[in-house]
Each structure stands twice: as structure tokens, then as C-alpha cells.
């Protein structure tokens, strides 16, 4: 087993810069957190879920898709080196792997994959949530898991890439801490999961009528944050951006919280009111997505209710759901 006491997180990290393009939590000046490059601020790996999607990593809220220049079209440049990208947590871990399977299968997403293909992924686990409370390790899904018992980063490497990258650093003194942390974990409730399990089942038995939509989409003021906060959210518009020399088409994050979401051409609008698209946005988690791929697609990091203003994050919905129309069965 190898660790890294805290004091040396910044050598792991800066040694990794000759290699690859190194992201990771660090606190900004206000003392929020942010994914990073190294240098830019303390490093930040306590304190649980960042406030931004990691995956925007790979999925980022706007990018080139190609540029036309002098009667030549370019293909979106990827990154000079591969991509090292640490502060995962489990969920965020589940989540990646969901857009993993949503950009490969069927149509393949080159320029996702022209950023995800050949990086790395740390996932960040144990007494490090916020608060210092437990997260469960992740146990895999990423090339190394960093797990923090209290006074050390624990590492554990799960592919050879992961294996190579912490050869070097020394092993650390036999311990049961790991298996300690394992443990406190199977004791951990889940709540958040079982409730989000009873809302799918509601949904997909049809038991919520359109009225609660209709009220819960009054709550709605369509500021998209929800959207933008979610790692599983691969909504994406398109927009081109005329320069002297070049036209550039780019790709943004869209939200289906927005009246123009699915607006056609003619005018028709299937997602017209909020109700609508308020229900959207909760049914295609629980209740689309089980049905397409075969597993609910929220993996409750939590970041949509910490950022909703007016409290219909999809734990909110699904909490009054319950309340109301049973737990599904
Ligand atoms: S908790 Fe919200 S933000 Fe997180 S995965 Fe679920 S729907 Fe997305
Ligand atoms: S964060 Fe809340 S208010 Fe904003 S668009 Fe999403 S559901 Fe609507």
C-alpha cells in the first residue's frame, strides 16, 4: 500500500504536470472550491463534491466542434497532453461512467473521446466528505482512488496506468485502515438512494398526476443551474461564432429548463409550459433513462438541490413525490 501525507500532495501533483494536463480541487481566494490546474490555489481535496461537475473535464460548458478558415475546415484541437483529473467522489465516479457509456454507444462523441481517451481519473474517498464525513471508497471506476483515513491519503491504483503514475512513491507502514474505512462504510444508510428508487418506481408506474407538475413548475424561474450543475446532463447546443479570418462552431450545455429547448422550427413546442419541462427534467432521470440504459441516471451527487434558489432539486421532487403519492410499491 502506498500513501501520501498531506504536506506532499503538491510534489504528486506537480511531478505528474511533465505528463499530462493536471486538474484538481483548489480553493479559490472566497474559499470556494473549483477544479484547478496546479499553482492556481491550495489544493482542495476535503470537503466532498466540488460545486462544478467534474466531468466538465471532458464535457466542457463550451468548446470547439471545428473552424473554418480560408475554404478549410479543422477539426477541434484536443489537448496537448492527456488529462490527469483528480477530485472525483464516488458518485461523481458513477456518473462518469454513465456519459461514458451515453457518448460512446450508438454515436460515438469524437470530441468527448478526443479528451477522455487516454486520461486518467483519481477518485477521492474517505473521511474527507464535508465536514470530515465518510465517503464510501469507490472501489473502482477510476485509475486510482485516494482514500483519506484521517492523516494520510491512502492510494489505491485500479488500472496499470494508475499502477505506473504511483510506482514511485513509498510504501507506507502496514495498516488496517483501509479495511477499517471499508467497513464504516457498509454501516453508511442510504437514504438518498432508497428514496430515489421509490420516485422512479412512482414514475414509472405512472402514479404522479400532471397537476403536481404543474405545481412544482410554477416553482421553477428557469435560472438552468440544475442543468449546468449535473454531471449527467449531455444536452448540448450548437452556435456559430464569426471572427475576420474564421468561422468557428462551437458546442454549449443546453438546458431543458429553457422555453427554446426542444422549440421547432414551425413554432410547436413539445416542452412548452414549465410543467413540462419541469417534469421532463425529473422523468428522464428516473424513469427515460432506467428504460434506455437500464439504470436511473442521477447518481445523487446532490449538486442540483444545493443550487436550485427555490428548492425543486431532484431529492426535493422526489421527497414530495413519496410524501404524496406513495413510495411506489
Ligand atoms: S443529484 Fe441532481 S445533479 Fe446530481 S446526478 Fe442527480 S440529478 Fe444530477
Ligand atoms: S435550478 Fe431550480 S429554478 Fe433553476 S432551472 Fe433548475 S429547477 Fe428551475
Known amino acids: ?41 491550495p489544493i482542495a481535496l476535503h470537503g466532498g463534491a466540488l460545486p462544478g461537475k467534474p466531468t466538465a473535464a471532458f464535457f466542457p460548458q463550451q468548446g470547439p466542434v471545428f473552424t473554418v478558415a480560408g475554404g478549410f475546415v479543422a477539426e477541434a484541437p484536443s489537448p496537448p497532453r492527456p488529462l490527469f483529473v483528480a477530485g472525483f467522489t464516488p458518485r461523481d465516479l458513477d456518473c462518469l461512467r454513465f456519459i461514458d457509456r451515453f457518448f460512446a454507444e450508438g454515436w460515438h462523441d469524437d470530441i468527448y473521446f478526443s479528451r477522455r481517451r487516454g486520461a486518467l481519473v483519481a477518485g477521492v474517498s474517505g473521511r474527507c466528505g464535508p465536514g470530515g464525513a465518510l465517503l464510501p471508497p469507490a472501489g473502482g471506476d477510476c485509475d486510482l482512488e485516494m482514500v483519506w483515513d484521517g492523516c494520510r491519503w491512502l492510494i489505491v491504483p485500479y488500472s496499470e496506468a494508475g499502477l505506473a503514475i504511483t510506482s514511485e512513491l513509498p510504501d507506507s507502514a502496514p495498516s488496517n485502515a483501509l479495511d477499517q474505512i471499508r467497513q464504516a462504510s457498509e454501516a453508511l444508510p442510504d437514504e438518498e438512494g432508497t428514496l430515489i428508487r421509490r420516485a422512479s418506481r412512482l414514475l414509472r408506474a405512472d402514479r404522479v398526476p400532471d397537476s403536481f407538475w404543474a405545481e412544482i413548475g410554477e416553482r421553477c424561474i428557469a435560472c438552468t443551474a440544475c442543468n449546468l450543475a449535473c454531471p449527467t446532463c449531455t444536452c448540448f447546443g450548437v452556435q456559430d461564432w464569426r471572427y475576420a479570418e474564421r468561422v468557428e462552431r462551437s458546442r454549449m450545455w443546453d438546458s431543458c429548463q429553457l422555453d427554446g429547448f426542444m422549440r421547432e422550427a414551425s413554432g410547436h413546442n413539445p416542452l412548452g409550459t414549465e410543467a413540462l419541462r419541469t417534469r421532463r427534467r425529473i422523468h428522464h432521470k428516473l424513469a427515460a433513462d432506467p428504460e434506455r440504459w437500464g439504470e436511473i441516471s442521477c447518481f445523487r451527487c446532490g449538486r442540483c438541490d444545493a443550487v436550485c434558489p427555490t428548492g425543486i432539486g431532484i431529492f426535493a421532487v422526489a421527497r414530495e413525490m413519496v410524501d404524496r403519492f406513495g413510495s411506489g410499491g
Do not use: C, H, Q, Y
Not at 16 to 32: H, K, M, N, Q
Open 1 to 41: 500500500m502506498k500513501s501520501i501525507p498531506p504536506d506532499n500532495l503538491p510534489d504528486f501533483f506537480n511531478s505528474l504536470s511533465a505528463t499530462f494536463e493536471v486538474r484538481l480541487p483548489i480553493e479559490l481566494p472566497d474559499g470556494t472550491r473549483t477544479l484547478g490546474n496546479p499553482g492556481d490555489g
